[in-house]
């Protein structure tokens, strides 16, 4: 479960990225974050992951508040969350498989457990091939299902993917979606930001963001 | 395997991967970190040799009362009493010994490199003599003990001879304060060198930083890495300079062996033992180390 409780971010006297935003996100929900380019989706996504603190309001992800959270507790808590960014952040000296078994390294798994999870990992976004691939031999389509690969390799409870269909093109932008899909069946709650309506009818259900408020919020007509 | 070994191991591995990365920087910094260190190990080389040879003199002052040669030997065993009532009179603690010219002579004839002078002489050319050892705490006095000595009938020569030894040990001091500046102010350099050598690869890696951290890397696993490769250049630089300077005592060693042989002595610099080796390898291992941690602790902090 994820919880806005009148959140506002403020970076200067007039400059809101977020304003009174209260909403509550149900676990197993694959929710789209829509709005144009500037209206919060970007800050709302930092804040469930504890990269953004909110100026006021609280945010609770798991029942844990991100603003009381201690520098400290933060990593234990992104160890639970899987993050698909926009440019994807793969690193470029290291081939596909080391990218996915990253997250596994960091929490003190072993090489062997670590990569035989991040090959079923690549398995299930249909890249078991792509393992000893460097990313920058990879198509944009594949190097966003790679960061896919990435966020669940953990097996997170929460998926936060920010504008993972951006520079794709229909066919791979529905690839992606379609492995994204394919968690939120399993349990997994999906936030995804998007400025991309055509994709919105995937969703279960829609936030739609202007100038740091939540503007509108409705159930898709698919997942109903 | 626990946890903490793996991390610890998977550290190494990142370290040894950025310095493969870039090995030719990593070996410059070694260099320069081995100059800084080469020249508080040599002049440490330099004193642990130096101070058996200076310990091994008496820094108590001496006084050496030669007697004119054609003093009667009577005369010459009666003028300890005088030499004592003068001790007594200025309330000096001292040891008075009688040397008489035939054990000088037979003494001297045992340095080789004399006994040959002396055979040519024909007969023993050396006087009778006192030998006055004072405590450290009657130095104040000796000047005017000296001038009274001086004074007594028979007396030839009075000579102070422990002048050059505790001139000598004041140099060694002296030399020991000056090598521990040194030392202190290039083992800064050396955390200069390493603090910046960190930085670069620090703001080399931001992007590998960022998303560790956004994976849910701790601090620690961030930064230790950092702390492995500011250990490596550490030992491997404090091993070049031990090993350069102990390969430099062998042709300088040649030289001096050939200056001692003058003065009947086999006296010639050794390099230094295994602790005090493995002790200037750790210390170089913690100036890395303290390099590193300063550098990761800021560059970090500001990035995050």
Redesign the interface.
Known sequence: MIEFDNVSKQYSRDAYALRDVSLSIPDGELIFLAGASGAGKSTLLKMIAGIEKPSSGRVIVNGQDISKLKAGSLPYLRRKLGLILQDQKLLSDRHVLANVMLPLIVTGASASEAESRARIALDKVGLPDKAQAMPMELSGGEQQRVAIARAIVNRPKIILADEPTAFLDRDNANKVLSALKIFQSAGVTCVISSHDEQFLDQASRVIYLRHGQVADSWQAAVAA | ?T??L??HL?AIKSALTHLR?APGNFLFNVLVVAIALALPIAGLTLIENIRPVSAQLSIEPEISIFLTPDTQRSSATALSIPIKKLLKDQNISAKLSFTPKEKALAAMQDASSIAEVLSTLGGNPLPDAYVLSLSNQDTDKLEKLVEQLRTLPDVDVVQVDSAWVKRLAALVQIFQMGLLFMAITLGVVVVVVVFNATRLQVISHQ??I??????????T?IHRPYYYTGAFLGILAGAIALGVIAASLQPLNQAIAEFAKLYASEFRLLPLGLLPSLALLGASVCLGLIGAYLSVRRQLARAS
């Open positions: 395997m946890i903490w793996r991390e998977f990365a992007a590998e960022s998303v560790t951290r956004l994976l849910g890397a701790t601090n696993f």
